[in-house]
């Protein structure tokens, strides 16, 4: 119990750290790490299933979701407050995920991850020649207003986006990582380790997949809202495969052994861009592959497997080589 | 009645190529278990090369016309040797103890890698290889006019289709590659150099590759992005068909083929989106492919 009061506790500190830190930190940075943040949730939602054993190829239609009902709810019916755009994004991302979930709980390993890219290509497919969603061009927000609070400059419209995404970065990485010591959660790993012994023991594989399915696609969605509010813009390429194999790629850089690895992972990797594709425009998707296998190769647990090894090895020191018997 | 024809025609020269490409992939999953997103990128760089090798023919007028074939199809050997074993060798063998699905992010960063790197070796103009196309002049079929050189690929397509199941089926090598898809440790403990066949059916899936790309380039203008898009449809076709099946490889280009030339015919917005919707339609009754066979649960 008190482990659940202190992740909630570490949680509301952490925010309220990034909250003061926005004030000191330049523009450009900030506006950086919100869509940093939004794409961490996203990439949270696939370390969720990640732990048990799936990897979907196809986040990107939840982000397009997401994305979508943020900006479609703003040009149809006017709503302009943040909170309520990115609920309904989360929301949108949500009944998807329970459509899709019950289809794709069964498949497995190379299986489900093809199948969910398919459904994301189709989804692209279709709003890319979907003239009244604005096609190949996507659709534009305004600025957002905050329940009550109107800014009037676009410096503070950025800062309060990014209050609202870092409260829900730590509100969802405290949830998460609850959920993950939780008995539920535990499964997971189990069922990643070994599903017929975890089927034997009582517990449904397909009942965990689907329901981490469901989790990742509400993240995915209040991601895709927030990315899409402060991007000001919306297009198909949310849905586009190479946007979900960045988030895979996010995932495997942040390791499942940790919730704050995904988002330093997300800004690393959100800096890594914005200046390579600056000053190297030709080859920083280059420069990332190379990046990629590193970390796949000499990393093979993540980012958040360091943070966990010093960890272990801060608490128990290793033991004496004992002497050998001759 | 003639739309029908047309799609038919149509559907059978985009599976031409996509069948050679996409058999490659195939079998390099099949063999080595590994599902290749750079595959995309080994097309481009066949077709890269292949246009710049029928530049560089035709610019010096070193022979007859015909022989360009030869160039493009030396192109293709060409990239197979210098690519295949480098990665094979270089970069999958250090991940093979992983998850397949690792694997796969593996290929893909190797596809970020290639996409750069084609960009910095011939830039981001298009190449244009036109000359070998017109050389096989035109040909009517149902009342309409092809270009004879659409009908020389699907000669291609079913020769190295053909080829390959020959090869696999009624040769010694062939069966060792088959003994190996079944089972790499059995075959390994029967005496079968497993590192060997990796290496060679790596290499013959990335001459595949280059070849579709070869043989397309003069059809095509040879431009960044060209991996992106027959990655996508190569893809659609190898899950459609089954992963690791030739027959199915075959059967799938031909499905992915036609409902491609129907979809530009009847409603060309639907292009990309057909593809993927046979595939979800495909998984969803057969989630192993069309042509998979059954494998026994491993505990």
């Known amino acids: 119990m008190t482990g659940r009061v202190g992740t909630l506790g570490a949680a509301l500190l952490a925010f309220a750290a990034l909250a003061l830190l926005g004030r000191i930190l330049p523009h450009w940075f900030v506006l950086v790490a919100t869509l940093a943040f939004a794409k961490g949730l996203v990439a949270l939602g696939l370390v969720v299933l990640m732990r048990g054993g799936l990897v979907s190829f196809g986040q990107g239609i939840f982000f397009c979701a997401g994305g979508y009902a943020a900006g479609l709810a703003m040009r149809s019916l006017g709503v302009t407050d943040a909170v309520l755009l990115v609920a309904l ?39 890319d020649k979907t003239y009244s969603l604005g096609g190949s061009d996507g659709l534009n927000l305004q600025a957002p207003t905050f329940l009550t609070y109107q800014p009037q400059t676009s410096q503070e419209v950025s800062y309060a986006l990014f209050v609202l995404a870092s409260l829900l970065t730590a509100v969802a990485a405290a949830l998460c990582r609850i959920h993950f010591d939780s008995i539920r959660g535990l499964l997971s790993l189990a069922a990643r380790d070994n599903e017929i012994r975890v089927e034997y023991l009582g517990a449904s594989v397909r009942w965990v997949s689907g329901t981490n399915f469901i989790i990742s696609g509400l993240l995915g969605g209040i991601g895709g809202a927030l990315a899409a509010l402060s991007l000001g813009h919306i297009d198909p390429d949310f849905a586009f495969w190479t946007t979900s194999g960045e988030f895979v790629f996010l995932a495997i850089l942040s390791g499942y052994a940790s919730v704050t690895a995904v988002f330093v992972a997300a ?34 647990e993540g980012l958040g497997s360091l943070v966990r090894r010093r960890r272990r090895t801060a608490v128990k020191p290793a033991p004496k080589p004992v002497e050998s018997v001759k | ?25 195939t079998l390099v999953f099949g063999v080595l278990n590994i599902l290749n997103f750079a595959h995309g990128s080994l097309f481009a760089v066949g077709a890269y090369t292949a246009a710049s090798a029928v530049g560089w023919y035709y610019g010096g007028n070193f022979g007859p016309a015909f ?138 899936g990335v001459f595949l590759a280059a070849l579709g790309g070869a043989f397309t380039a003069p059809k095509i203008s040879v431009q960044p992005g060209i991996s992106i898009s027959v990655i996508l449809l190569s893809f659609a076709v190898v899950v459609i068909g089954g992963l690791g099946s030739v027959e199915g490889a075959a059967i799938a280009a031909l499905i992915v083929g036609l409902a491609r030339a129907a979809a530009i015919h009847l409603m060309p917005s639907a292009e990309l989106f057909i593809v993927y919707l046979v595939m979800a339609l495909v998984l969803a009754l057969r989630p192993e492919g069309l042509f998979q066979r059954t494998t026994t649960r491993k505990i």
Do not use: C
């Not at chain 1, 390579?276 to 990046?291: D, K, R, V």
């Not at chain 2, 038919?8 to 490659?24: E, K, R």
């Not at chain 2, 063998?93 to 011939?122: G, N, P, Q, S």
């Open chain 1, 267 to 300: 800004v690393l990797l959100e800096l890594v861009r914005s200046f390579s594709s600056q000053y190297f425009p030709n080859t920083w998707q280059g420069a990332l592959g190379i990046f990629l296998l590193l970390v796949i190769l000499f990393l093979p």
């Open chain 1, 89 to 127: 994004g989360g929301a949108l991302a949500l009944i998807l995920g329970l459509i899709i979930a019950p289809l794709l709980a069964g498949y497995r390993g190379i299986f489900f991850a093809t199948l969910t890219l398919a459904l994301s290509m189709i989804a692209y497919g279709i709003l």
């Open chain 2, 1 to 25: 009645m003639n739309v029908a024809a047309a799609i038919f025609v149509d559907g059978l020269i985009d599976a031409s190529w996509l069948f050679i490409v996409a058999v490659g992939l």
């Open chain 2, 67 to 204: 022989l360009g074939y030869f160039v493009m199809l030396g192109a293709a050997l060409l990239v197979a040797v210098a690519m295949g074993p480098l990665l094979e060798r270089g970069v999958l063998r250090l991940f093979y103890r992983r998850d397949e699905v690792v694997i796969v992010l593996v290929t893909y960063a190797l596809f970020l890698i290639l996409e750069d790197a084609t960009k910095l070796i011939w830039g981001v103009n298009p190449y244009y290889a036109y000359e070998p196309y017109g050389l096989l002049g035109n040909v009517s079929v149902f009342g309409l006019s092809y270009v004879g050189y659409d009908f020389a690929l699907v000669g291609l397509a079913l020769l190295t289709g053909v080829l390959l199941w020959l090869g696999l089926n009624r040769t010694i090598s062939g069966k060792v590659v088959l003994a190996v898809i079944h089972d790499r440790d059995i075959s390994g403990a029967m005496g079968v150099n497993v590192t060997r066949v990796f290496v060679l059916a790596f290499t013959f």
